[in-house]
């Protein structure tokens, strides 16, 4: 069990002993200690008290329900990924699960990002801008698609390497990748006002990407319902990469472009970069 | 603490999506909604603009759950999600709320030792518009969360050294001695 110097518990050790997430041996460690301190029963009763005043003051602004439609109208909004709806991928076309299951707290999505992937269809030149642009060398051929589908089961479609690909309402987009050598995978995007939004992760650092010979597609889908241009960026990388690492580069490129997105320069990281442009309908 | 994993309880509900959506949202309202709004309301101080954010938090948590590791820590998911998420808001309004924060700090004194935690708070607050993104969140979860560095720099998903030298800035800057 973590002390500090005066071997007093931490606070984030009682919040997450308060939140349930304890095993069994670090609970009894820390109730041991409780036991025999006063400084520290007084600082979980205070960590306590707090958390009864905010819950008090959440549940009356926003009691669950009203709190349940507030998440579900931004989940409408973009962009938005689907991984809860159950989003599945399928040759020609997009359907939701008719069910899904989840876990709480641990979760993992069954049943979405199932992916068939038409090779032979309308797939486009995928040369990495990162390539072009940083002097980059094909790393095994790493490759980056957004593959484009309807809400229906409509043509699926890749976004263009050059210029900017137009989405229809409701439309909603999966990227997919080759890492090549390369071993963690990321993507944002920035609008046209040098808003950054972390895709993939959100928070954290770059997610381990999936060696194959095969395009992998990240889980669930991105739907952009904004107006204007989008840059949507992979980041393919042989060190993982924070979000926040991210989002100052991209803030970063944004400044150096003028407050252009169109001409968002690549963002000044390590790795190989993949640049899509979308109109967002 | 930070060499054994911990291993959250989990639940797992069946049934349809919406539906479970709805449990799963429900289940994460009760049991971290409180954490999650009060950190908006430390970092927005502002009660309305805190509800907004809570419930983008959560909606940015639903969006990304199914690639939550399930030996991490949920508590410090969700808190590492909602101060992302009010720093990059108050980005947006940086250039005013530096200025203010830069007259507030001119004006108070450096907590001193054995100041009251929520001063250090405090104190931590009023710098935190002087920072990169990055720092601005090391900060806030080591001297406000209480996190060591290493869990610091797993949340944010950096090396320990890279956060030991944002919080050493930090330090320089707040004046405040116990930090790393």
Known sequence: ?281 | MAEAAPKPHLVVIAGSASGSRRDVLRELYQRFGPTVYGRCLYLLKDRHRAEDATQEVFAKALTSWDRFQGDASPLTWLVTIATHHCLNELRGERAAWRKGFTAQVELTSVPKDGAKEHEVRDWVRKLLGRFDLETQAAAVHHHVDGMTLEEVAQALGRSVPTIRKRLAAFARVAGLESFP
């Open chain 1, 1 to 281: 069990m973590t002390t500090g110097p005066t071997t007093h518990l931490r606070e984030w050790d009682l919040k997450r002993l308060a939140a349930g997430e304890l095993d069994s041996a670090q609970e009894a460690a820390l109730r041991a200690h409780l036991e025999g301190c006063e400084a520290c029963r007084a600082t979980e009763r205070t960590l306590a008290q707090s958390e009864a005043d905010a819950r008090r003051e959440l549940e009356a602004a926003l009691p669950f329900e009203q709190f349940a439609q507030g998440v579900e109208r931004l989940l409408k909004t973009a962009p938005r990924r689907r991984a809860l709806l159950g989003g599945r991928w399928v040759q020609g076309g997009w359907a939701l699960a008719a069910c899904v299951t989840v876990a709480v707290v641990a979760p993992r999505l069954v049943g979405g990002g199932l992916l068939r992937h038409d090779h032979g269809g309308s797939g486009r030149s995928d040369a990495p801008l990162g390539e072009r642009h940083l002097g980059n060398r094909l790393k095994g051929g790493a490759q980056v698609e957004l593959r484009i589908a309807g809400a229906g089961d409509g043509p699926q479609r890749v976004a263009v390497e050059r210029g900017a690909e137009p989405l229809g309402p409701g439309e909603r987009v999966r990227i997919g990748y080759r890492a090549g050598t390369h071993r963690y995978v990321a993507a944002i995007s920035v609008d046209a006002q040098g808003e950054v939004s972390a895709l993939y992760p959100e928070a954290g650092s770059s997610l381990p990407a999936t060696p194959s010979a095969q395009l992998t597609y990240l889980p669930g889908s991105l739907e952009f319902t904004g107006r204007g241009s989008k840059k949507v960026i992979v980041v393919l990388s042989d060190a993982p990469l924070a979000v926040t690492q991210l989002t100052q580069a991209a803030q970063a490129a944004f400044r150096q472009a003028g407050g252009d997105v169109s001409r968002l320069p690549p963002l000044a990281l390590p790795g190989e970069q993949f640049q899509r442009t979308l109109l967002e309908p």
